[in-house]
């Protein structure tokens, strides 16, 4: 069984930071192409960022690159999420997703597994 959990999510003001972090069990983490996606209130889930298997090879929404920096850790099962520069409309629950492929998108029906999500809220 696959299974994504989420941590990390808070409160924070804008102009802050925030790591959030995805512990991935129950599948080989490094045969999977990771990604983060949100929704933001009254919003559909828009894609964030993903990352290859290796971790040399990633791919970013133009919301938040160079704010956002995704990463993984193979020897730990974890993906990350760095974000920085956060601003009020970064607020939403952000989820990670794993896919079993070798190929970096940015279609979420192209994920197999989710996590069930962690709130971030930024106040002005």
């Known amino acids: 069984q696959e299974r994504l959990v989420e941590s990390g999510g808070g409160l924070v003001q804008a102009g802050g930071s925030l790591r959030l972090s995805c512990a991935a069990s129950?599948?080989?983490?490094?045969?999977?192409?990771m990604g983060w996606f949100r929704r933001a209130p009254g919003k559909e889930r828009v894609f964030l960022a993903a990352?290859?298997?290796?971790?040399?090879?990633?791919l970013y929404a133009d919301s938040v690159e160079g704010r956002f920096t995704i990463s993984r850790d193979n020897t730990k099962n974890t993906l990350y999420l760095q974000m920085n520069s956060l601003k009020p409309e970064d607020t939403a629950v952000y989820f990670c997703?794993?896919?079993?492929?070798?190929?970096?998108?940015?279609?979420?029906?192209?994920?197999?597994?989710w996590g069930q999500g962690t709130q971030v809220t930024v106040s002005s």
């Open positions: 990352i290859n298997w290796s971790g040399d090879g990633t």
């Open positions: 129950g599948l080989t983490f490094s045969t999977y192409v």
């Open positions: 997703a794993a896919r079993h492929s070798m190929w970096v998108i940015r279609d979420s029906s192209g994920y197999d597994s």
